[in-house]
Structures are given as C-alpha cells and as structure tokens.
C-alpha cells in the first residue's frame, strides 16, 4: 500500500531538513528499540541507528515518537533503518515520573515526549469526576502543558451522556479554570459533539486526545474514524469507569482527513521546562497580580496583595490559588533540578578535557 505523504502532513520545508539519501516515514508507533513507520512506500517496522540509540541514552527526549517526522536509510539488506528524527515544529513534553517521587514531584528532571508534531492537544476529562478538586487541577496541568508544546488545547468533558444534569454549569467551571481555551461537552457512544471535535482536524492536521484511563479517548478516536481502530472495553455502570486497554500511542489516519494520537491513561504528568503556560492557564491570576502593592508578590500573606483579596471576596477560587503556588513549586524544583543535572555535566564534560590535557602533555617531547 502507499501513502500521500502530504496527507501526513509533509511539506516543502520538511523536505529540505531530509538528509542525503534517505527517505521520510512519519512514526505511527513505537516499541522497544524500534518504530513503526509510514513511508510512501507503505509501513515498515524499522530499528533505530546506533547513534540514534547512544542520543535517546543521553536524553530521552531525543528518542523517536509517536508523530515524529523520521529520516529513513535503507540498509544492503533491504529494510530501513532510522538513521535521524527530523526537527520537531510542537512537542508535549511531560517530566520524568519515577517511582520514588514525592508528593507527585518526580525526582527525575528528563522528560519524555508523549506525541510530536501536534496542532491540536485534546484534553479529556470525563464529566462525573470533571469539578472534583484533584481532576481541575490535572487539566490545568495538562493545558499549561499543552501550550508549552506549542499545540493548541481544547478541554473535552466526555461521556456528558453519563451526567444527568448540572452540564452546562459544568461547562462554565472548567471554562473557569482554563481561561481562553475552548471547552467541549462530548458523548462519544451517542455521536454528541463529536462532529465539533472533527472540526478541528482536517487536511493534515494531528491532534493528541490526553487524560486518564476511562476517560474514553479510544472511543471518541473509533467515533472520528467512523470504525472500531482501537480495542476498548465495556465501563461499569456504577461509575461510568472502564479499563484502558490502550498500552502504547499510535497515530490513526481518518477517513475524513486529518491524523489523531491515542494514547494511555495518564496518573500522573509531571511539568517539564515550563515557561509562559503556566501563566496562560492561571492567566486570571496574573491580572490580578498587577495590582499588588508589590511587584514580587508571592501572594503568600503579604500587605496589599490584590490575589488574596480576591480570594477572601470570592472573585478567585481559593482552589486556584492553591494549585498556581503547587506549580509555581514543581516548576522551580524542576528548574533547579535540571540546572543541578546540567553543572554535573559540564563538570565532566572538564573533567575529560582537563585528563586530555593532562595526556597531551605528558605525550609531548
């Protein structure tokens, strides 16, 4: 079979990145040590050159994903290998989630790269659970996130066939929390909504659907392919819950134009090199800091400070401020931590250079 590649999404510019020699495959999938790539000539499960390898070891960010745009070689034997990944125009990065993390804080500071080459981030959140406190706070995160990819968020409330009333009040609360971004009520299962969120594919634009297990992102994916492409499982009828049988991202064509990424339930998603999304998502709060007494208000008890009069008023949640100070802290932490990984290094990096030296002059007559 072969593939437009336009319709993946190449182009011109794209095509002067492409090395000497080699052939461009969009990844649709990855495994352990190799990927699954569509090429113009059709899809070809390829492994990665050993420099390729040694890069991804270094920084995990630098390993293939799923929407990378890749420099194919083909080898004497008459398979590909992945000789290159090209530049990537957005990236969902998350921090590194490790199991001796603290208080949801990672202790790893490298981060991994959940989708490339995205414009559209999907962020899914199932209704019943939507206005909980910890669930608000996760979408915050994944659209603060979603903004420092360089995609565009759109929040999808999903299963609102589930929620019997109190939608649109729903609605007005999650707008609440993520100033500026476009929040959709989606029933998947009954068609509601779901021509809306096709309307922001189309062409060869690639969309990420993101969020927890039994949110239903494989099902709104089956619904924008018109067939069932990815395996899902019945929900239970006590909590509209279902087990995610999505183990690995993958990217679909749709039949009616544009490319979308599924992927696995999320637990936990940790800031990575955050700059201006924080601020975009927590935008309502930074108006107000303006008008504090003073410019480096931390809005933690200081005397004029206009973020806790709106508090104490009812103008701001109190949630909201709470979870601004938890990513103002992920993010320093994370900042300091990369900054620490950074000097150790360069401390070797000199530390290598100074033995050259030292060998050089040894050698010398």
Known sequence: MSYDLSLLGWTDLRAAELPADTVPGRVARVDRGAAEVIAADGQHQVRYAAHVRRAAAADPVALPSVGDWAALRMLP????????????????????????????????????????????VFVAEPSMHATDFANLGRIERLVALAWESGGTPVVLITKSDLLERGLDDLLADVRVTVPGVDVHAVSSLHGDGVELVASYLGGSRTAVVLGPSGAGKSTLVNALAGEEVME?????????????????????LLPGGGLVIDTPG?????????????????????????????GDCEHNGEPGCAVLAAVESGELPERRLESWHKLQREAAWMAARTDARLRKELQGKWKSITKEMRRSGRNRP
């Open 266 to 294: 999320i637990r936990r998603i940790g800031l990575y090199d955050i700059g201006e999304g924080v601020d975009r998502v927590f935008s309502d709060l930074e108006t107000l800091a303006e008008q504090c007494k003073f």
């Open 232 to 252: 899902i499982q019945q929900v239970r009828a006590a909590d509209g819950r279902g087990r995610h049988t999505t183990v690995h991202r993958e990217l679909i």
């Open 77 to 120: 034997e008459g398979r590909y290998e992945l000789e290159e990944v090209l530049p990537r125009t957005t990236a969902f990065i998350r921090g590194g989630v490790s199991r001796d993390s603290v208080g949801g804080l990672s202790r790893d500071s490298q981060g991994q790269v959940l989708a490339a080459n995205v414009d559209v």
